[in-house]
């Protein structure tokens, strides 16, 4: 696969026209004619939507079925463990594997239609660069393949360089480069033309904690500026961080869908600290739901969110006294392993 993806990278420019200086919306020889018909680029469509989408291996099911839209601007996460299909999915969405059922449609056209390709960023999970030429060098060749004006190289270059931290080694070859310098570097070439969308599979998989917040700073400033994400990643932390709505993939099937605060409900648990516990305090708290001391803490396990001031207040007017209050959501972490366990 590794060999497939680094191939497959450097084969297929998936930028689009242009960073820097102005540059047309469509490149020579591409679809001026359609995209003079009322929704250049297909703008007003989701950035991905996909329906039925099914990938079979021989006798393994990859993806299962898939219907799913992401918005544009959204940041989207795509989680699941190990070989729940998510890398299959973004390269049936990229047109790099085709589908054995279902369709897609990404920046309202039909998955691995060529102009569109040029409008998407995709850093994949398995990549390789030619070890005999440095950063600069790469990020350049990548221009020429996304034929970019020529003047708005070296400013790509230089911004790209920039974005992914790697100004001071442009000059150094490649093949020196550690892991998580060439993933950099692969995140550089993600966002070579100023892409509308932009797909990272495991983009920090190789990074330090340094990397990480980079990568998270980057997706921000992404969204920011109105681009769409679509993350693939097993880190929830990560997830949690950056995601506008999530998708949670197992054995090729979608299990659940939604905002975070959808996904991990409305009901979270609480620790309270009061000054003392008497009868009339314990009633009270019982009205409240389940709960449990835990050293000078009571801690209610299932609250409403919305539930916790009257909480407070019950509290109060019996006569107690509250010394801190503290909300603890469940974790992406739990919520992802529970959903794996209903299965
Ligand atoms: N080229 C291939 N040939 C045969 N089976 C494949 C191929 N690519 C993927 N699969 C199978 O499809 C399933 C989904 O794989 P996929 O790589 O999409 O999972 P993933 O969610 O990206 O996993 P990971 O988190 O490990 O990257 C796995 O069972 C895998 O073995
Ligand atoms: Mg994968």
């Known amino acids: 696969m590794s060999q497939t993806s680094s191939a497959d990278h450097f084969a297929r420019p998936f930028n689009g026209p242009g960073t820097g200086p102005p540059v047309p919306s469509s490149v020579p020889g591409g679809s001026e004619a359609e995209s003079s018909q009322g929704d250049p680029g297909g703008r007003g469509s989701p950035a991905i939507h996909a329906l039925g989408l099914h990938k079979r291996y021989g006798k393994t099911v990859a993806v299962a079925s898939l219907s799913m839209s992401v918005g544009r601007g ?31 449609m990404v920046l309202g056209a039909p998955i ?4 569109t390709r040029r ?9 390789r660069f030619q070890p005999w030429l440095n950063a600069a060098e790469v990020l350049a060749l990548h221009c020429r ?3 970019l004006p020529k003047r708005s190289w070296d400013q790509a270059v230089a911004d790209s360089l920039r974005v992914s931290g790697l100004t001071d080694r442009s000059g150094d070859k490649v093949g020196g480069f550690s892991k998580g310098m060439q ?3 692969g995140l550089g070439v993600a966002l070579l033309g100023d892409p509308e969308l932009v797909v990272l599979d495991e983009p920090t998989s190789a990074l330090d904690p340094v ?10 400033g992404l969204r920011t500026r109105g681009k769409t994400v679509f993350l693939n990643t097993h880190l929830l932390a990560e997830a949690e961080q950056v995601c506008d709505r999530v998708a949670v993939l197992d054995k090729g099937v979608a299990i659940a869908t939604g905002t975070l605060a959808e996904l991990l409900g409305q009901h979270g648990r609480v620790r309270v600290k009061l000054g003392t516990v008497d009868g009339s305090c314990t009633k009270i708290l019982s009205k409240f ?11 209610l396990e299932r609250i409403e969110n919305d539930s916790i001031p ?12 509250v010394e801190a209050v503290i909300p603890e959501h469940q974790s992406l972490e739990d919520r992802f392993l529970e959903l794996l366990d209903e299965r």
């Open 74 to 104: 959204e940041v989207f996460g795509f989680l699941g463990p190990n070989g729940a299909g998510k890398t299959t999915v973004v390269k049936m969405l990229l047109g790099l594997v085709r589908p054995s059922g279902g369709e897609a």
């Open 112 to 115: 691995g239609d060529r102009e």
């Open 119 to 127: 409008r998407i960023g995709y850093l994949p999970e398995l990549f």
């Open 145 to 147: 393949l996304l034929e």
């Open 183 to 185: 993933q950099r570097l």
């Open 211 to 220: 990397g990480r917040h980079d990568m998270r700073q980057i997706i921000r």
């Open 289 to 299: 739901g389940a709960w449990q001391r835990d050293g000078d803490w009571i801690i």
């Open 310 to 321: 009257d909480l407070v207040a019950a509290i109060i007017g019996g006569g107690g006294r």
